[in-house]
Nanobody, 126 residues
């Protein structure tokens, strides 16, 4: 079982940067793949990025490739999402989620992730 808490959201101007953190509790954190999802008003929840349990593999949705970077620090039970060159379309509530399968090989959809944080709001606006 994992308990996840997101932080780092806020208001940023277009072109700016923001770093999100996902802090986990649980001794088995290093066994879980961790993903970031986001949901904007009127839109479906979208898988943004995923990192494997050991941090050796990651994936991104096409719309954020080259702009977002996912990383993890298993010693401190934390996953990060560095977001650069932010656009207004990135505005959403961002969630982190854990998959006990430990890999990001599968489809990045909500049903593959059993543990979820409460979300943190990211707003990109002038």
């Amino acid at each position: 079982q994992l308990q996840l808490v997101e932080s780092g959201g806020g208001l940023v101007q277009p072109g700016g940067s923001l770093s999100l953190s996902c802090a986990a509790s649980g001794l088995a954190f290093h066994y879980y793949a961790i993903a970031w999802f986001r949901q904007a008003p009127g839109k479906e929840r979208e898988g943004v990025s995923c990192i494997s349990s050991g941090g050796g593999s990651s994936k991104y949705v096409d719309s954020v490739k080259g702009r977002f970077t996912i990383s993890r620090d298993n010693a401190n039970n934390t996953v990060f999402l560095q977001m650069d060159s932010l656009k207004p379309v990135d505005t959403a509530v961002y969630y982190c989620a854990g998959a006990f399968w430990g890999t990001c090989a599968g489809e990045l959809v909500s049903r593959h992730f059993a543990s979820w944080g409460q979300g943190t709001q990211v707003t990109v606006s002038s």
